[in-house]
Nanobody, 115 residues
Framework: QVQLVESGGGLVQPGGSLRLSCAAS????????MGWYRQAPGKQRELVAY???????NYADSVKGRFTISRDNAKNTVYLQMNSLKPEDTADYYC?????????WGQGTQVTVSS
């Protein structure tokens, strides 16, 4: 079992920044992939970004150039630095851990971008 605990969500004005963190604990296997997904009200969950143990990254087109994903393998923690936030970034953000056929999710953290 893997437990994921997210933090860092909140309310921010358009153009502002937030940093999300997700700490994984339990039976952590490598190499693995950790990432962030988001789900806005009435919409499907979508990939925001992911990062492999080796540091390879992938981003949704909608966040490229604004969001940066990083990880600290020693701490089993993944981060999402979100800059130039827009109202359309408002959603619940979920951390994901993937190892082969195993998929674990955090409980989600809410991000609201509004003036």
């Amino acid at each position: 079992q893997v437990q994921l605990v997210e933090s860092g969500g909140g309310l921010v004005q358009p153009g502002g920044s937030l940093r999300l963190s997700c700490a994984a604990s339990g039976k952590i296997f490598s190499p693995n992939t950790m990432g962030w997904y988001r789900q806005a009200p009435g919409k499907q969950r979508e990939l925001v970004a992911y990062i492999t143990s080796g540091g390879s990254t992938n981003y949704a087109d909608s966040v490229k150039g604004r969001f940066t994903i990083s990880r600290d393998n020693a701490k089993n923690t993944v981060y999402l630095q979100m800059n130039s936030l827009k109202p359309e970034d408002t959603a619940d953000y979920y951390c994901n851990y993937n190892y082969r056929y195993l998929d674990y999710w955090g409980q989600g953290t809410q991000v609201t971008v509004s003036s």
